[in-house]
Structure formats: C-alpha cells, structure tokens
C-alpha cells in the first residue's frame, strides 16, 4: 500500500511539478493543495494523464475554515475541496483550491472536466457562496427558493434567520425573524495536547 | 399547419413514482423527453451542518436518516472515518458482525428497492413479497439494536453490542389476530439464538430470489420496461461519477469491497456481479445477483461469529464506553464514562475520507477534525445525488414512461440525496 501512494505522489510531482503548492499525506491518504488559477489545467492534467487516470470526481465541497481550531486559522476562508478516484490505478486523491478573495469567493468550473461537478458545484455555490466561473448553470440546488444567504457558511446560525408560518388572516404562508434561540449543551472545546492521558 | 410547442410538464414533488420527495421540470416534444431538470432539495435537513454542532457520538444516529433503507452501510462509513483519524484497532468479531449487518443492510435494501421498482413498472405484485422477506430482516435489525429502522448500533470503536442469544418471539393476541397454533408456527425458527435465524433465513433466501425472478426476470412485460432503457456507456459511466450496480450494470468491475476492502471483506469469499449492455434490465440483474452474493456473505459471517466469541467494542474507554459492572466498581470507569457522554471524546486535528460499498454505490464521509469534541466539518458524499444529476442526460430521447423506470434503476431515496 505505501509503495502505492510513493508512486502515487511520485507521479503527482513529475506531472504536475510547481504546480502543486504543498502535499501531504495523513491516514494512507494524499492532499495536494492547488492555487485557485492553476486548477483548471491541473483538474485536465489529472484526468487525462495515464500515469495519474483520475476518472472519477467522486466528490466536490466547499468548507469554509473561518473558525478553524478557535481562530487560529492563517489562511484563506473559503476552499473546494475535490476528492477523486482512479479506477484505473486503484487510487484516490484530495485536492484542496483556496479561493483567493474571501469577501467574493471564485473558482474555475472543473464541470467540463467531470460531468458530475456540475451538481456538486452547485452545491457548493449554494451552501457556502463560492462563485464557480464557466458553469453552465449555476443555480441553488438544495435550498428553498428564495432563500437567502448561504446556509453553511460559519456565521450563519444553525436555526437560521427566519422562519415560516401560516397567517390566518393574511391567509397565506408568511416568513418572519426566527422565534427561537439556538441552545448549545454541550460546548465545543479543543483541549490542550495530551489532556487526560 | 399549426406550430407546434415543446411542453412542460411538473413531475412532483407529492408523486407516487417520486421515491420521496422529487420534483422533476420535464420539457416534452410530445411523449418525449427532450430535457429533465430535477429540483432536489426538499428533504433538505442540514444533516452536516447539524453534525458541526454535536459530539462526534451525538452525529451518528443522523447517518440513519440519510438513506432510510440502507441504515447501517451510512452508519459504517461514518465510524470508519472517525476510525481512521483516532487511529483506533475495531475487534476482529466486530468487523465480522458489521461486514455481517452491511450484507443483511444489502439484502434491505435491494428488496425494497425490487418492490418498488416492480411497483413502478406495473408489477404490483413484487411489493408484498420482497416485503415478507424483509420483516425477517428487520427483526434481526430489532434484536440487535431495539430498532426497527434507526439502528445506531455502530459505534467508533466497535458495535453498540454482541448479537443477543435469543430472538424475539410473537405472542398470542397481542397486535395480531393469528391463532395460537398460527403463532406456533410463527415461531419455530425463533427458538434459537439471532446468529440461528439469521441462519435459517440464509437457507430460506435464495428460493425467494428464485421466486422473485420467476415472476420478473423472462417475463415480457418486464422486459419491454427495461431492456434497452436508460443505457450509459462505460466512459459516461466514470464521467458522471457512477458507483454501485449503476456502473457495474455498465461492465465496469469495481466494487469497493473488492478493490479496496475494509473491515474482513478480504477474507470472505463472494464474486462481483457485472452487466453487458448498460440499460435497466442490466442492472436489475446485477442487483439481484447481488443479493444472493450477499447471502454467501452472511453465512460465511455466521459461522465465523458462532466459533470465535471476544469483544465487540475497543477496550479503549476513552472513546468506547465502560461496561456497567466496571462502572460501579471502578472510579476511574465512572470518570471515563462521564467525560464519554458529556464532553464526548476529542479527535485528533486531521481529515480523512472513508467510503464503504454502500447499496446505492460509494458512500463517502469526508471528515475535518480541528482538535475538538464535534466535527469541524462533516461532507457526505451520496451515490444517490451523482446518479440524480445523470438523470438529465440518461433521460434525454427517452418516453415519459421510461423516466420512471429510470428512477426506479437509479434506487432513489431522497434521504441520501437532499441530506
């Protein structure tokens, strides 16, 4: 298995060379982050190479790291991130794309490289707001229409901003401030390193 | 000669052939399709974003609501990838019981999905008896965890229990109507231990498969519905991101199970079914033949679990809880058990992705942890919604009638898909 992913990587760095800005390998699995302008030629790159075969986009999300470990995060807010498959080679893959402006998140469209980025960038639009330049149809996918704001974005509350009900005199569904407060029982906490041990 | 305009036809979202919640634009030439656009979404719970906010316990009886009918496969994934970034060692007999449960998950699956794809088509029939077949299952589904549908019982580090040694029995006069020497009869596979029903039901299934393609598979009608309905490519296959029987159905053979086993998949013995032409017909026939891999499968667990008895959950009681007995006879247990349950336990900084051969296909958790006792972000990667986005191109030139065959094949729950 490890001479797998040394060849993997090997690869990676003969095709692919300075355009990859870091990789790493965690848990038997290999990340490589790609700048937001060199995405598009590294997704042709890596589809249409041999020696690399990712066929598959198995999965297209975006993660916003605004809040990453309590505010310790350097980095840029918003990232795609792909995770692909080659059948061929029996490998997989992570890449990670920072969007360069967090105020107006934009990427390339990759749905021209794997047909099934369309729906995912979709997605992503939807959920976080990331901008995906060259998609055919960039509309909201799993929200209401209508809707307002992106749902999945860090500082936006997990019970929302509004909420819908049925006026009796107005006789129609209206939206009004959500009623509710958003209770947290338990905390979340990083803790120091080795506590409890 | 009057002109003549394509016509837009609203599918959904409240549709017996909908699978749930699906409302599909359809813009016809006549009876035929000319393009679909699927307005998914209506189920949509926020499941992530619900995980953000609780324990990474607390997030995982969620993976039972994502696909309603496949409960334990979505669980799976989900403990392999906080498996993974603790780094913790599953039991060998625990890694058996869940290859065992994902099989028996299989078999649910596949017969809710023969039933309603029947129903859909015309073949009413099928319904009532890939029903039958599946009670049996979920008693065994009930035994093991209480519930029926909602299991919960993979945990990180394990399962929630060892298979109990007796099975539930049916009573006289409660909730049922049978007779007493009907509840008898009733019974009479239920006297022994789970691992023995599950047991007798493996000898039982294959005559039901049998039964099943009896009524199904030479059967005109059925035929007329699928053969040559829906046909995908190889190369369209991987391009719009196909798993599961969808791209087996194809010719591609790849299984996850196979090429990148986890749990004890490498050491049971089963084949990898695989079509020719790539329409529905095709895949019907891989997923029925499926099924009776999946039943080799579990009778290979069963013998297995009955001679190796051992532990079920990890030792390690920072993540898996202490039992009872140690509890109140140890403070340190009671210390672990309380942490355990009110802060949860912390996951190293890290992401992973775990995927498991889910029914439906490749169902993947994609997980960043920052350190913290709830995830930091949570994606769930659902067969269903890359097989959805190909519904446009896969019906396009196809009949109005073929689009329901088409999400028949496609086995849609929206669970999965609207997350």
Known sequence: ?197 | MPEIQNYTLNFGPQHPAAHGVLRLVLELDGEVVMRADPHIGLLHRATEKLAEHKIFLQAMPYMDRLDYVSMMCNEHAYVMAVEKLLGVEVPVRAQYIRVMFDEITRILNHLLWLGAHGLDIGAMTMFLYTFREREDLMDVYEAVSGARLHAAYYRPGGVYRDLPDTMPLYEVGKMTVHSEKDVAGMNSNRHGSVLDFIEDFTRRFPACVDEYETLLTDNRIWKQRTVGIGVVTPERALALGLTGPMIRGSGIEWDLRKTQPYEVYDKVDFDIPVGVNGDCYDRYLVRMEEMRESNRIIKQCVDWLRVNPGPVISENHKIAPPSRAGMKENMEELIHHFKLFTEGFHVPPGEAYAAVEHPKGEFGIYLISDGANKPYRMKIRAAGFAHMAAMDEMARGHMIADVVALMGTYDIVFGEIDR
Request: proline share 5%; with cysteine; glycine share 8%.
């Open chain 1, 1 to 197: 298995m490890n001479t797998k992913l040394e060849r993997l990587t090997t690869n990676l760095k003969a095709a692919l060379g300075d355009k990859i800005a870091s990789l790493a390998e965690y848990v038997g699995e290999v990340t490589i982050v790609v700048k937001a302008s060199d995405w598009l030629h590294v997704a042709h790159q890596l589809r249409d190479r041999p020696e690399l075969g990712f066929e598959q986009l198995t999965d297209l999300c975006g993660v916003d790291y605004s809040e990453y470990g309590e505010g310790a995060w350097q980095g840029k807010r918003f990232a795609a991130v792909s995770h692909m498959l080659s059948i061929s080679n029996n490998w997989r893959l992570r890449v990670r794309v920072f969007a360069e402006d967090d105020e107006f998140p934009m990427l390339d469209s990759v749905a021209e490289v794997w047909p099934i980025a369309n729906w995912n960038e979709r997605e992503t639009f939807d959920l976080y707001g990331i901008i995906f330049s060259g998609h055919p149809d960039l509309r909201r996918i799993l929200s209401d229409y209508g809707f307002i704001g992106h749902p999945f974005r860090k500082d936006f509350p997990l019970v929302g901003n509004v909420e819908m009900r049925y006026d009796p005199e107005l006789r129609r569904v209206v939206y009004q401030p959500v009623s509710m407060e958003n209770r947290v029982a338990i905390p979340r906490v990083i803790r120091e390193e080795g506590y409890g041990a």
